[in-house]
């Protein structure tokens, strides 16, 4: 199967990642809407109760610096950094209308939603939704670095 092949079967919602974390917030009496085509962007998630939207984005599409999900492929090199740098200023542009019409922005990113526990993450998306912060990100760095630095190797 070629690449154009594959990347073509990837739908833009109802991922794996965006599933998980809505069944999670769910099970957690959590009510949301989904994609909401009045907000910029249509967050997957939009939690009106709390002012909230929370986006899972892919690594890959996304284009997030430091995961290992994230590769710029070896063909058509030029393509994919000029899509991928396009994804990036257009979710930085999102983000900064949505905070600035008061709404709170949370980015979960796919490597957190493989590599750290369902019920943990979502613990923390819920801590999150409890607090004050208007924009904050969640990925597997952010909790296997700090673990790197305690310990000395990383832990899978």
């Not at 794996?16 to 949301?32: A, D, S, T």
């Not at 995961?67 to 710029?72: D, K, M, Q």
């Not at 979710?91 to 905070?99: E, F, I, K, Y």
């Not at 909790?143 to 305690?150: I, T, V």
Request: charged content about 30%.
């Amino acid at each position: 199967m070629t690449r154009s092949a594959m990347m073509s079967r990837i739908g833009p919602k109802d991922t794996k990642p965006e599933i998980m974390v809505r069944k999670g917030l769910h099970r957690r009496g959590f009510r949301y809407r989904l994609h909401r085509r009045d907000l910029p962007g249509k967050p997957d998630i939009v939690l009106p109760k709390h002012r909230a939207v929370i986006f899972i984005h892919g690594c890959f599409w996304h284009g997030h610096e430091g995961c290992h999900y994230f590769r710029i492929p070896k063909t058509n090199t030029d393509f994919w950094q000029a899509k991928i740098g396009r994804n990036r200023e257009r979710d930085a542009a999102v983000r900064q209308r949505l905070v600035e019409s008061g709404w709170r922005v949370l980015t979960v990113w796919e490597c957190a939603t493989r590599q750290l526990p369902g019920d943990f993450l979502i613990s923390v998306i819920a801590d999150w939704l409890a607090g004050p912060e208007s924009e904050a990100s969640i990925s597997e760095q952010d909790f296997f670095s700090r673990l790197e630095g305690k310990s000395g190797s990383r832990m899978k």
